[in-house]
């Protein structure tokens, strides 16, 4: 019973403002993704942009590549006996 008593403390502790203060990132980010370098905006963020672009990549065409597998198996008559 006590340790409820303390969960209102405890979650404003975790989720309050004044705890800490954090930097504001965006105006960096926004000079990154504004830099015209000639670099899509979907990489610019560096290697691991490029690493997850590639990955979503290969995913997604290994997921279509499984699906029309699938639906082609499941078009063809079956054989029977």
């Not at 404003?12 to 990154?32: D, M």
């Not at 963020?45 to 490029?50: K, Q, S």
Request: hydrophobic content about 45%; charged content about 20%; glycine content about 8%.
């Amino acid at each position: 019973m006590n340790r409820l008593r303390k969960v209102p403390l405890l979650a404003r502790q975790a989720f309050g403002t004044s705890a800490r203060q954090l930097r504001n990132k965006v105006p960096e980010a926004q000079k990154l993704f504004q830099e015209d370098n000639g670099l899509p905006v979907h990489i610019k963020g560096g290697a691991v942009d490029v690493l997850l672009y590639r990955a979503t990549m290969a995913l997604t065409l290994g997921g279509t590549c499984y699906s029309l597998y699938w639906l082609l198996f499941a078009a063809m008559p079956q054989k029977k006996g």
